[in-house]
């Protein structure tokens, strides 16, 4: 299941993202998001804390973690068994066009998406 959405949430946006990644995990669905700060932090990270599986999708190359602030997050998502996927090549930094193909991707790759 494809989780998108803002990069400033309100505290009832996080917490409805919360609820829903739980009853989604605890279904057995996979929560695909793109490591964003914002909704797709609480997603990947409520993912984990379910000990569910969890996808990040990055609009850059999978050699750079973006934003900085989700590294050790990415590093948990692989620890976990989940992973991390970029159509961009190596060295391919964050381009406005790029973070919106991630969407595409996450939703294309996913049974369904909330927003």
Do not use: Y
Not at 29 to 57: C, F, P
Not at 80 to 87: D, H, N, P, R, T
Request: charged content about 15%; proline content about 2%.
């Amino acid at each position: 299941m494809a989780c998108i959405g803002t990069r400033e949430p309100t505290s009832f946006g996080i917490q409805e993202t919360q609820s829903l990644v739980k009853i989604l995990v605890e279904d057995d669905w996979s929560i695909v998001s793109g490591l964003a700060l914002g909704i797709d932090t609480a997603a990947h990270r409520q993912a984990l804390e379910s000990n569910g599986h969890t996808v990040a999708v990055l609009g850059i190359g999978l050699d750079t973690i973006s934003p900085r602030e989700n590294d050790a997050l990415a590093r948990q998502i692989l620890d976990k068994g989940g992973a991390l996927i970029s159509e961009q090549q190596f060295g391919i930094s964050a381009i406005g066009g790029n973070l919106i193909n991630r969407n595409r991707l996450q939703c294309g790759m996913s049974a369904g998406t909330f927003v």
